[in-house]
Antibody
Framework: EVQLVESGGGLVQPGRSLRLSCAASGFTFDDYAMHWVRQAPGKGLEWVSGISWNRGSIGYADSVKGRFAISRDNAKNSLYLQMNSLRGEDTALYYC????????????????WGHGTLVTVSS | QSVLTQPPSASGTPGQRVTISCSGSRSNIGNNYIYWYQQLPGTAPKLLIYRNNQRPSGVPDRFSGSKSDTSASLAISGLRSEDEADYYCAAWDDSLSGRMVFGGGTKLTVL
């Protein structure tokens, strides 16, 4: 059974940093592109970043480019999101999501989502 | 403002057929597959339709998807109370350096 478990969220002041983690199990992690997608309270879904199975392609939403960095450790079956210079508008539930198809680029959309970790940016 | 355009709300009575539209452009729906996600209240999104009209195992055949040029639609037939949820369309967008784009979501109410 596919499992994606996010962690690392919490309350952080504007301008500070936070690192999110996603522990994956139940599938061959290094075969799949992975994504971070966020959802602000009461709002819709917004793609944040994606990384291909072999790290050959990485992409970011314009709203986080230059502030966030996605990475993966295939040996640890883990996905990460380093978030710097956080702003109030970054407040959201952050979902880790697995691409539907194996060996896809970051253009491969999610087939499975974790339950999310909440990030609140406030002074 | 979402890149893909969906109606904010839709409704129907049990047993009815409802459709939810999703409008985009050449760089997203026109050139790439459309995906649909269902988000029940308080839960994570769940894949409902992939590659325009394919259903993952476990998704009832009451749900169907279609795509034409730069628009897509999700149809739900035999509406049930448990279908009350938010529905999102999504696609890859080839413009700029590439990005995943979503519709703003449609809240489906079963009357």
């Amino acid at each position: 059974e596919v499992q994606l478990v996010e962690s690392g969220g919490g309350l952080v002041q504007p301008g500070r940093s936070l690192r999110l983690s996603c522990a994956a199990s139940g599938f061959t992690f290094d075969d799949y592109a992975m994504h971070w997608v966020r959802q602000a309270p009461g709002k819709g879904l917004e793609w944040v970043s994606g990384i291909s199975w072999n790290r050959g392609s990485i992409g970011y939403a314009d709203s986080v480019k230059g502030r966030f960095a996605i990475s993966r450790d295939n040996a640890k079956n883990s996905l990460y999101l380093q978030m710097n210079s956080l702003r109030g508008e970054d407040t959201a539930l952050y979902y880790c999501a697995k691409a539907l198809s194996a060996k896809s680029s970051i253009a491969g959309l999610p087939g499975y989502w974790g339950h999310g970790t909440l990030v609140t940016v406030s002074s | 403002q979402s890149v893909l355009t969906q109606p904010p709300s839709a409704s129907g009575t049990p047993g009815q057929r409802v459709t939810i539209s999703c409008s985009g452009s050449r760089s997203n729906i026109g050139n790439n597959y459309i995906y649909w996600y269902q988000q029940l209240p308080g839960t994570a999104p769940k894949l409902l339709i992939y590659r325009n009209n394919q259903r993952p195992s476990g998704v009832p055949d009451r749900f169907s998807g279609s795509k034409s040029d730069t628009s897509a639609s999700l149809a739900i037939s035999g509406l049930r109370s448990e279908d009350e949820a938010d529905y999102y369309c999504a696609a890859w967008d080839d413009s700029l350096s590439g990005r995943m784009v979503f519709g703003g979501g449609t809240k489906l109410t079963v009357l």
